[in-house]
């Protein structure tokens, strides 16, 4: 049988926080207190916001995504590349970069676009959004009127040929 000591308890009583403790650490640790002023919760080095903003402006439609177009390493980056092959991009007009290659870039095109995944697209400089945005746009035709706005389509007499 299992029999409590005064010193078990004791014990338990030191270790568990007291109903009156709890409700002063919940209201010292609310969310509210946690908050981090945008400046904080810029941890971006320059050196990666440059280099990132510099691939950015390396071709008028750029993807950073997981692997290569040739070999994509995830579904959603898969699923955006055939979408831009489907709309026409210009190959030449088209750069991607493979995130995987490196960390720091991975965490901080997160932070550059402050948006939480892989892929994401840009056109002429501006972000577009990642594969859900791309889906949904291709679907309903905005991303085709967008890229032709942008004049980052194959020109039609080279598709004839």
């Known amino acids: ?11 338990r009583q030191a270790v568990r926080p007291s109903r009156s403790t ?35 402006d390396s071709a008028p439609v750029v993807l ?17 590349i055939q979408i831009l092959g489907l709309q026409g991009v210009d190959p030449k ?4 970069f493979n995130v995987l290659e490196d960390e720091e870039l991975k965490q901080g095109i997160k932070e550059y676009s402050d948006w939480p995944t892989i892929p994401q697209l840009y056109i002429n400089k ?4 990642g594969c859900d945005i791309l889906m949904t746009m ?6 085709a009127k967008m890229l032709e706005d942008k004049g980052v389509l194959v020109a039609a007499e080279e598709q004839t040929q």
């Open 1 to 11: 049988m299992f029999l409590r000591t005064p010193l078990l308890s004791a014990i």
């Open 22 to 56: 709890a409700a002063t650490t919940a209201t010292f640790w609310s969310p509210q207190s946690l908050r981090l002023t945008p400046f904080q919760a810029r941890l971006l080095s320059t050196e990666t916001e440059k280099a990132i903003g510099k691939a950015v």
């Open 64 to 80: 950073f995504m997981k692997g290569t177009p040739e070999m994509p390493q995830c579904g959603y980056s898969r699923a955006s």
């Open 93 to 96: 007009k088209f750069t991607a």
């Open 126 to 129: 501006e972000f577009v959004g």
């Open 138 to 143: 291709h679907q309903n035709g905005e991303l």
